[in-house]
């Protein structure tokens, strides 16, 4: 079987590819290397995927790519090629429409033509904007971030090809991934090394919003169910089940590093919801979904990760 995982070489990709390509898959990745944080990140994140016969590394954008002969043979297709970040998404929204949604329709376009066994499309919590808890996935939709509006679009794309075309797609909503990887823009990435080098952490608002984290190994999983199972049409909400306000976590890294966090805090982000919390009912009965990982091992395993990447 042969799969195209598209954004390889960022966080939640490769480490998706690699899971592949361990359970005897051969594994086409595609990712452009944009410039939203440091290339060279990325390009540690395949270092290993590249010593395997059964991967491929394709950098090109979705956009320009011949997308008929990136998809010979393909088998399935996990899409998480994404422009990431709810801060820039107010200040770059072309790029969001540009990476996000024409890249998607323009792969869904190419894919309605081959006959494939599932097209898996990384989606977000940032659909939900703020609403009832815990969030269903049948909840009113109402994104507060361009960056959570783009990844809504994507979803309708994936929806409308299946429902004309018979494009056999499913979407996952992630919620606030964590782990070894983790871009360094993201919350618990900035927090870690600030702490352990003795330096200040900002936080946005008052640090009473809410998470639902779910470490990367449950997000990964959640991938792989999905190609054991009849669901094509479906959306799942892929959550963690460690659902605690900013404070909360920074006290569980202050134990865990045994080191007191010296907080800033300011103004809340626009577009920066005030909760989020998975319902993963759904994806429980239907996929067999169950998160493994509490907060505080995850956290222990990123802190290790980060202080293996600060000491080379």
């Known amino acids: 079987m042969r799969c195209l995982v598209t954004g390889c070489a960022g966080f939640i990709g490769s ?15 595609i990712d452009s290397f944009t410039d939203y944080y440091d290339r060279r990140i990325k390009e540690t994140n395949v270092q290993d995927l590249l010593k395997s016969s059964n991967f491929t590394l394709v950098k090109e954008d979705l956009l320009g790519v011949d997308l008929d ?10 899409h998480h090629a994404a422009q990431a970040g709810v801060l820039a998404s107010w200040e770059r929204f072309e790029t969001y429409l540009n990476n996000n949604i024409l890249a998607t329709q323009r792969l869904l376009e190419s894919v309605k033509k081959i006959s494939l066994k599932s097209f898996i499309f990384a ?12 969030m269903r996935e049948d909840t009113l939709l109402s994104p507060v971030s361009p960056y959570g509006v783009s990844k809504l679009a994507c979803e309708s794309l994936c929806y409308s090809y299946w429902k004309n075309f018979g494009v056999p797609v499913v979407s996952l909503r992630y919620f606030t991934v964590y782990g070894p990887r983790q871009r360094p823009d993201m919350a618990f990435h900035k927090f870690i090394r600030a702490m352990l080098k003795g330096e200040e952490i900002t936080i946005y608002g008052d640090g009473d919003q809410t998470r639902d984290f779910t470490y990367i190994e ?16 479906e959306i799942f909400n892929i959550g963690g089940g460690s659902y605690i306000s900013v404070n909360g976590a920074i006290k569980l890294l202050e134990e865990i590093i045994g080191k007191k966090a010296q907080i800033k805090y300011t103004e809340k982000m626009k577009g920066d919801m005030r909760a989020t919390w998975a319902d993963i009912k759904k994806a429980k009965k239907m996929l067999g979904y169950n998160p493994r990982f509490n907060l505080k091992e995850g956290l222990i395993e990123e802190i290790k990760w980060i202080k293996g990447v600060m000491a080379k």
């Open 15 to 29: 480490h998706l590819a690699e899971k592949l390509v361990e359970s005897g898959f051969e594994v086409v990745g």
């Open 218 to 233: 449950d997000a990964v999983n959640s991938n792989i169910l999905v190609m054991e199972k009849a669901c094509t049409g």
């Open 123 to 134: 989606s977000s919590s940032s659909v939900y904007g703020d609403c009832e808890l815990p």
């Open 69 to 78: 002969k990136l998809l010979e043979g393909i088998d399935y297709i996990f």
